[in-house]
């Protein structure tokens, strides 16, 4: 109840994203997110790319990304601390996504579901990951999430779930998610 005013008074338009998503052995969906970024977002990433965290291109992560709604309001830290960042930071921008699990797109655990511009860019081993529903959370997810800066860690963290899959594995990853969340580790 108080997300959806924050944003719209913040930066009028629509309170949630929808972004097509590659999913499960390729799939396209709809994944909805709380807007946590101005209009323009994507339009202004391209000139963005320069300031990539990500090493090879393969994900987009910005220090202090100016797209995101509020940014220019800094704290006494000199961090940004906007509605946006601060959906970001919580994990709240995600809660939308329970709309996509009750349609059978994604899972409460799974990979990370790669943009359209990531999938393009993938080869056949980064590809292996969509062989199961993507999740809300995952491996990437409580190990570091915006820390990590190499694809290629993303990809094998991703591998090492596929790999040793069980409930008992999905259960650790939701309790981890939850301290992760509630402790902000790796948010930006």
Known sequence: MFIAPAIYIKSPGPIF???????????????????????DAEKRKAELMAKNKVQDGMMFKMDDDPRIIGSEKKGKDGKPKGIGNFIRNTSLDEFPQFLNVLKGEMSLVGTRPPTLDEWAKYAPHHRARMAVRPGITGMWQISGRSEITDFEEVVMLDRKYLQNWSPMLDIEILFRTVMVVLKRDGAS
């Open 17 to 39: 994203f929808k972004q097509k998503r590659v999913g499960q052995n390729g799939k396209l969906f709809y994944m909805y997110k709380f807007r946590s970024m101005y209009m």
